[in-house]
DNA sequence: CGGTATCCTAAAAGATACTG
DNA sequence: CAGTATCTTTTAGGATACCG
């Protein structure tokens, strides 16, 4: 982690290995639309991961998810929008079920199905890991920072 | 999976219990900026995790670095300033070295330090995951766009 | 070669008003 | 209540030219 790059690992050889690579990291599922790039977009937009963990806890009508997310001091607030495009795009990958009681007006909650389950647990996996090693984070921006700053 | 939402799970005392869930969210590192939520937005972006990928694979100059993104099928390709802003974010937060040869010009190479190194292997579980269950995600959009289309 | 500066486009997200 | 429609803001990302 010094500055200890080995630069002998940089010949001509080791880069002919590169188009082995292109074509394992293709079967990785690495391109465009493609459920890994999909679902690591989701993971990482504004509002999925928390509707991921909110809905680990149980079943939440629209209204009350919404309210959550609010109050979870993460952001200001979703709309109502945004927050329907995500559970849809959640739902539309297998993530989430929407269950609707034909009343009037119709009362509408979401879970997560065993799938969605799963990929929350890989989520909190992660989460704990940098939670784990937030300090060793804080300290690289500092150093950086200080770094930069010193440059000019 | 099925219909089989539990809505009984909806009631006054269960919701009672949102500012317990709001104050455990919080210290689930879920606040902008905090190590989590910057750290998720990466995996979740363009290039990141592929960049990650890459480095995985040993040391890299900067344009050399560049045309192997673009040989991986999974995008065009990267912009010069896009990947200086991706390599330069992933230093600040400790997850890539930067290693300069003050020679004119000045031979940079990149490369993951060991926490960055743990963070692709999280990476790549996920990978592992989501490309385990790709045909589930798959047959649910299937399910999903068919049902939409029925509705019209 | 690596990096910066400038400009531009596309996509995500927010605000607000409206409907069944 | 849940969802849609419309408009505006914000941000990520790309194109290009230039500098040391």
Redesign the interface.
Known sequence: ?K?????S??DPA??Q???L??RD??A?????D????T???????RWS??IL??LG?????HA?LR??LG?????EKISQRVLTLKLRAM????YV?R?V?PTVPPRV?Y?L???GA??RD?AT???G???A??Q??????VR??LAEADAD
């Open positions: 982690m500055g200890a790059i080995d630069l690992g940089i080791f880069h290995q590169v188009d690579l292109a990291m293709s990785h599922g690495v391109r465009r493609e459920p890994v790039r679902t690591f977009a989701m993971l990482g937009d991961t928390l963990l909110v806890f149980g079943t939440w009508r009350e309210r959550v109050r979870l001091g993460a952001e739902e539309r990958d297998g079920v269950h009681v909650s879970a199905t065993d799938l799963e990929l890989h996996g992660l989460i890991w940098v939670n090693h937030q060793e984070i804080r300290k690289a921006r950086f920072d």
